[in-house]
Structure formats: structure tokens, C-alpha cells
């Protein structure tokens, strides 16, 4: 399935957005803001549920992780084409 690696790079690429800023905190030797730690081996991916509504359009629950405190989630639509995913209108969202 296309979507969950679709997922796995958008958390990749916040989790390594957030290793730079605490690196560079460390480098300025500055207290860091207050932000919760990261998971050392890098982000979980968590697809829970999905429902397909028409061909290629499908309702999702899915949630990433990029430490302990700190996750994202949505039930949202998900539109498939032939090399990926676009995540459209989120119903519920939440993060942590």
C-alpha cells in the first residue's frame, strides 16, 4: 500500500526537521525549548483503519509518532494516484 510509506516520509521529514533544531540548540550551547525528546531509531508510522469510498478515494485513521510525547493524527480522505497520495479534508485531528 502506497499511503503508509506516503506517511513514513512525511514523518521522516518532520523528525529530521526536529533533530536539526535540537542540534543546532546544542551547537549555540542554549537551553532548548521545551519540546519532547525524539525516538533515537526515528519515527512510527500507525495506520489504524481504512475504508474505501470510491476508486482511488479512501477514509483513513492514521496516526505518526516522532517520540513519546509527541504525535500527529487525523481520520481524513485520501486520494490515490498512480505513484502516490494526497491527504485532502481532515474530520478529527489531534496532536500531542
Known amino acids: 500500500m502506497i499511503y503508509p510509506q506516503d506517511m513514513k516520509r512525511r ?3 518532520e523528525y529530521s526537521q526536529a533533530k536539526i533544531a535540537e542540534e543546532e540548540w546544542a551547537k549555540k550551547r542554549l537551553m532548548p525549548p521545551s519540546r519532547p525528546e ?3 531509531d526515528g519515527p512510527k508510522v500507525d495506520l489504524r483503519w481504512c475504508v474505501p469510498l ?3 478515494v479512501t477514509l483513513v485513521l492514521s496516526n505518526y509518532y516522532i517520540g513519546p510525547h509527541c504525535s500527529h493524527g487525523a481520520i481524513r480522505i485520501v486520494l490515490f494516484y498512480g ?3 494526497i491527504e485532502t479534508v481532515s474530520f478529527v485531528t489531534w496532536i500531542s
Do not use: D, Y
Open 38 to 40: 525524539l525516538f533515537p
Open 54 to 56: 470510491l476508486p482511488a
Open 11 to 13: 514523518a521522516l521529514k
Open 83 to 85: 505513484f502516490g497520495t
